[in-house]
């Protein structure tokens, strides 16, 4: 089974609609298939599915924020890298985000794996994102869980991949343009919007664990 409600998943915790369909670690093929139907890609002659991520073909470090809260502001570095963002500023785009998940008529799509080969210090991930693609990259790029592995998986970070959501307000915001990249520690949650490159999602949680793993000495 891939196909889940939301509910089922405890996505309605963070605000997403208990009913909406969501299709979660599909196979290669299927999501192959997918972005070829979804009109996101072509395949190249060798197999591999080719992708336009549009304005952005690296990461945009300038639109990538923290919030300033009180779990984590203390260990963060402050500074050109690491930009404070408010709370209030992170929830009105959080609204927008889950406001687009919840209209949105296309299909949602959710990987669950692991950041980490080290069982012990490993973190469960989740992705949410709307094109089939972006499923595709993070299927790569993280380590895959086991059907029974799946059962009990309960995620430790989530990413909510908005690509298609602007950020129109960033100037009232003090921001650096309509992209946005920002993670609230406290709340164990990303969002990304404004941009298609999907390097932001893998960066994002390599740069988690950057936070997390020093904390453990690790």
Sequence with gaps: MSSYKAKSLGLGEIGIDHEIDIHRNLNVDTLVNDI??????????????????GKYTGRSPQDKYIVDENSSS??????DVNQKISDSVFDELYDQVISYYNSSK???????????????NSLCV????????????????????????????SPEFTIINASDVKNINYKQYGMNSETFIIFHIGK???IIGGTEYGGEMKKGIFSIMHYLLPLQGI
């Design 36 to 53: 070829i139907s979804n009109g996101e890609g072509l395949i190249a002659s060798n197999g591999a599915a080719m992708v336009d991520t």
């Design 74 to 79: 203390d260990n963060i570095w402050w500074g």
């Design 106 to 120: 296309s299909k949602t799509y959710l990987f669950d794996g692991y950041a980490g080969a080290d069982k012990e």
């Design 126 to 153: 989740r992705f949410l994102v709307k094109k089939a693609w972006q499923a595709h990259f993070v299927h790569n790029m993280f380590i895959r869980p086991e059907d029974d592995q799946l059962n009990n998986f």
């Design 188 to 190: 164990k949650i990303a």
